[in-house]
């Protein structure tokens, strides 16, 4: 993820950076299932994915304080 993507994330409203949390986790649920049935072999973007849903939380929850 690019610094000016964090940036754009930073300045959204919780409810947006909910509804987004919802779509990356179902992607990366999806990617899981995908990776474990051996379809996809995209770690990279399993593990990216990964740490755009720990941003987002970062970013929901430092608004809630």
């Known amino acids: 993820m690019k610094r000016t993507e964090i940036n754009e994330l930073k300045k959204r409203p919780a409810a ?21 049935m051996g379809k996809s072999a995209q770690l990279k973007e399993l593990r990216d994915l990964k740490q755009t849903v720990a941003r987002i939380n970062t970013f929901i929850n430092a608004g809630n304080r």
């Open 16 to 36: 947006e950076l909910q509804k987004l949390l919802a779509e990356k986790r179902e992607k990366l649920r999806v990617l899981r299932a995908d990776l474990a």
